[in-house]
């Protein structure tokens, strides 16, 4: 297994999305929602990956606050 980590894009919404719905956590993830955190806190989400397929994510938020 070899895995990488790279910063989140926002073509990864469908991949991260997906696996959010096998865990019963994408309740309110939105591509709307996806697309504006991104924005806001680019450099605090991340995917890991295997190959070219998405096998986990973390997003650090921060609401300027």
């Not at 070899?2 to 989140?8: F, H, P």
């Not at 309740?27 to 450099?43: D, G, Q």
Request: hydrophobic share 35%.
């Amino acid at each position: 297994m070899n895995i990488s980590i790279r910063e989140t894009k926002e073509d990864d919404f469908s991949e991260i999305s997906a696996l959010l719905e096998q865990s019963k956590m994408n309740a309110y993830f939105t591509e709307n929602k996806f697309i504006n955190m991104l924005s806001k806190n680019r450099r605090c989400c991340y995917v890991a990956t295997e190959g070219d397929k998405i096998v986990g994510s973390i997003f650090g938020v921060n609401d300027g606050a």
